[in-house]
C-alpha cells in the first residue's frame, strides 16, 4: 500500500487454503485504500489455478 500511495503501481498474489483470511485481508486493505487508488480483484476457481492439459504445449 505504501508504494501505492507514492503513485508507483503493482499487483498482488495472495494465495492460500481456504478460511485462512484471504478475503478478509484484502478487505481490510481495500477499505484503508486512498479513493485514487484502483482495486481490482479477480478470483479464481480451484480447477483454473493449474490446467491439467494444455493443447499449445510446444511442438
Same mark, same amino acid.
Given at each position: 500500500?505504501? *508504494?501505492? %500511495?507514492?503513485?508507483? =503501481?503493482?499487483?498482488?498474489?495472495? =494465495?492460500?487454503?481456504?478460511?485462512?483470511?484471504?478475503?478478509? &485481508? &484484502?478487505? /481490510?486493505? +481495500? +477499505? *484503508? +485504500? +486512498?479513493? /485514487?487508488? *484502483?482495486?481490482? %480483484?479477480?478470483?479464481?476457481?480451484? =480447477?483454473? %489455478?493449474?490446467?491439467?492439459?494444455?493443447?499449445?504445449?510446444?511442438?
Amino acid at each position: 500500500m505504501n *508504494r501505492a %500511495r507514492t503513485g508507483r =503501481s503493482g499487483a498482488l498474489v495472495v =494465495s492460500g487454503e481456504a478460511g485462512v483470511g484471504k478475503a478478509a &485481508l &484484502l478487505d /481490510h486493505m +481495500a +477499505a *484503508r +485504500a +486512498a479513493t /485514487h487508488v *484502483r482495486i481490482e %480483484r479477480i478470483v479464481a476457481s480451484e =480447477s483454473e %489455478r493449474e490446467p491439467a492439459y494444455c493443447s499449445c504445449a510446444g511442438t
